[in-house]
C-alpha cells in the first residue's frame, strides 16, 4: 500500500460518488470526464496509487497526489468459516471497529456491509445494539468495506470478473439514521462506472426510521428488509424500540409506498425467532392478519424468519427449530413466501446480530436495555411455552 505518500489531510476519494468526485475534479480545474476514468481506477480496479493509474494524464496525476488520497480501512482481523464465510473486522479509528462479512453461495457472493460503529436503536436481540452508539460512518468507510472485500477476493480467486454480487446493509448500525453518508455510498455501488450492482441486488435494512424510507424511495431506490420481529406494538415497542416513535400502522404504510419506487414488487420483512417471546402460533396468524389486512389490501411481502443467534448479555435464546418450523407454516399456509435464514459462518460469530467490533460500552446502555428487559418479561401477550407446544 502506497496511501502514505498521499497527504494525510487531502480528499478521501473513497467519499465520492462519480457525481461528487466530477465535482472534485472540476474544483482542480480539470474536466468532468476525467471523473470516471479516476473513479474506474479506483473502484473497479482497485488503485490506490495515483502512480498506477497510467492513462491519466500526468498533470492530473501530480495535482491528485498534492491534493487527494485513496484511504481505505486497516483491517485489524480477517476469520473464516468452514463454510467459506470471511468476516473481516476493521479499525475505524478512536477504539471503534465495524465488521462486513462475505457470504458465498453456488449463485451469489453477498457482502454484508456496517453503517454506523454501534447503533442508537438498541434492539433488545442485537448485540450491536447493546453496544450503543459511538459514530456514523463516512461515505469512504462504509464504501471500502466493499472496496477491501471485493479486491481481496479477486486475489484471492485470481480471477478479473466481479466476485460480489449483492450487497446488503445488514451489518453494524441501523443505515437510515446514517442517510446522507449511505445514498452516496449506495450509488458507487449501483453505478456502472463503480460496482455495477443490480438495485434488485443492493439491500437496504432498516428498523423502520419511516421519514428516510420515503426519502430512500425517492432519492435512491434499492430493495429493502424491514426488521419487524413482533406483530403488534406492545411486543415491538419492547424488542425495537423505534417503534415508539414509528409505530406499526405508520411503518407499514411507509412499506406500501415505498414499493411504488421500489426495484422489487415485495418488502422482506425479517423475523428473528426469539423462543417464548415472539415464536407462538397466535403471534403468526397476528402476523398474517396484519400484512394481509393492513390498510385494506395489506403490504406486498416476504418473510424472513432469522434463527436468534444468542449473545450472554441478551437473556434471550433461539427458537426450536420445530416452532420455527410451525410459525412458517401459518404464514405460508396463508400464501405469505416465507423462508428461514440459514446461519452461516457460526462458528466465527459472522451471524446477524453478532457483529460486535471492538466497541466499547460507552452509554451506559446496558443499564437501559436491562431495564426494558425487565418490563418485557412482565405477563403480556406472550403465552408460555407449554400452551405453544400443544398449537
Ligand atoms: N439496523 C438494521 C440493519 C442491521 S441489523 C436493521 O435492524 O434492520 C440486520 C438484521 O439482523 C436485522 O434484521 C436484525 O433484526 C437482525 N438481528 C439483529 N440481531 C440479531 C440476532 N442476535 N440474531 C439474529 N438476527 C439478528
Ligand atoms: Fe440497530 Fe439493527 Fe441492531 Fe436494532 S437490529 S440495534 S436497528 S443494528
Not at 480477517?78 to 462475505?102: C, M, P, R, Y
Not at 477476493?153 to 449511505?182: C, H
Request: proline letters at 5%; a neutral charge; charged letters at 25%.
Amino acid at each position: 500500500m502506497t496511501a502514505g505518500a498521499q497527504p494525510r489531510n487531502g480528499a478521501n476519494l473513497l467519499d465520492y460518488d462519480l457525481e461528487g468526485l466530477a465535482a472534485y475534479c472540476e474544483s482542480l480545474g480539470e474536466k468532468r470526464f476525467r471523473a470516471t476514468q479516476l473513479f474506474r481506477w479506483i473502484q473497479q480496479r482497485g488503485a490506490r496509487d495515483f502512480d498506477d493509474m497510467s492513462d491519466l494524464a500526468k498533470s492530473l496525476r501530480e495535482k491528485l497526489k498534492g491534493s487527494a488520497r485513496i484511504e481505505g480501512l486497516q483491517v485489524i482481523s480477517q476469520q473464516e468459516s468452514a463454510d467459506g464465510t470471511i468476516k473481516w473486522l476493521f479499525d475505524v479509528a478512536n477504539g471503534d471497529a465495524v465488521e462486513a462479512v462475505f457470504i458465498p453461495e453456488d449463485d451469489r457472493g453477498t457482502l454484508c456491509v456496517s453503517s454506523q460503529a454501534g447503533c442508537a436503536v438498541g434492539c433488545r436481540f442485537c448485540s450491536t445494539g447493546h453496544q450503543g452508539f459511538s459514530r456514523n460512518l463516512t461515505t469512504g468507510e462504509i464504501v471500502a468495506q466493499l472496496w477491501f472485500a471485493e479486491h481481496f477476493l479477486r486475489d484471492r480467486f485470481k480471477t478479473q470478473e466481479r466476485v460480489i454480487s449483492n450487497v446488503v446493509m445488514m451489518g453494524m448500525g441501523e443505515p437510515l439514521q446514517n442517510y446522507s453518508a449511505l445514498v452516496p455510498a449506495l450509488r458507487v455501488m449501483l453505478d456502472d462506472h463503480g460496482y455495477g450492482l443490480s438495485r434488485r441486488r443492493v439491500t437496504v435494512s432498516t428498523s423502520g426510521v419511516v421519514p428516510m424510507m420515503d426519502r430512500l424511495g425517492g432519492d435512491c431506490p434499492v430493495a429493502l428488509a424491514v426488521s419487524l420481529h413482533a406483530p403488534n406494538d406492545e411486543l415491538r415497542d419492547n424488542l425495537v424500540p423505534l417503534n415508539r416513535k414509528y409505530p406499526l400502522a405508520e411503518l407499514l404504510d411507509a412499506c406500501n409506498r415505498y414499493l411504488e419506487h421500489a426495484p422489487r414488487d415485495f418488502i422482506t420483512f425479517e423475523y428473528c425467532m426469539l423462543d417464548g417471546v415472539n415464536d407462538t402460533p397466535e403471534l403468526a396468524r397476528q402476523l398474517v392478519a396484519l400484512l394481509r389486512t393492513h390498510g385494506g389490501k395489506g403490504v406486498s411481502c416476504k418473510v424472513n424468519l432469522i434463527p436468534f443467534n444468542p449473545f450472554p448479555q441478551s437473556g434471550l435464546t433461539r427458537s426450536p427449530h420445530s416452532q420455527v418450523v410451525a410459525f412458517a407454516k401459518i404464514l405460508s399456509d396463508a400464501g405469505i413466501v416465507t423462508t428461514v435464514r440459514k446461519t452461516r459462518g457460526d462458528d466465527i460469530d459472522a451471524a446477524c446480530g453478532q457483529l460486535a467490533g471492538d466497541v466499547k460500552d460507552r452509554t451506559g446502555v446496558e443499564q437501559r436495555i436491562a431495564k426494558q428487559r425487565t418490563v418485557v418479561l412482565k405477563p403480556m401477550s406472550m403465552p408460555p411455552r407449554a400452551h405453544a407446544a400443544k398449537e
